[in-house]
């Protein structure tokens, strides 16, 4: 009888919730709501309970974006 192969899991892109993206960047929520209106900051989604979420991947890479300019 075989065993079954282990895969190894890449660790899942978190979902960080609003507060704590507003917190990393430094800005306040109408600073947030302002640059979504203008199409500036990283992708966000909202989640089945209404929460607004973004992906870690999504927010470190604006935070690279903004170092770099």
Avoid: H, Q
Wanted: glycine content about 6%; aromatic content about 8%; overall charge positive.
């Amino acid at each position: 009888m075989s065993t079954p192969s282990l895969r190894r899991r890449t660790p899942k892109d978190e979902l960080i919730p609003l507060p704590e993206v507003l917190y990393e960047l430094g800005i306040s929520r109408p600073t947030w709501y302002r640059w979504r209106n203008r199409g500036f900051g990283p992708e966000a989604r909202r989640t089945p309970s209404g929460r607004i979420c973004v992906r870690r991947s999504a927010l470190d890479a604006f935070k690279d974006e903004l170092e770099a300019a």
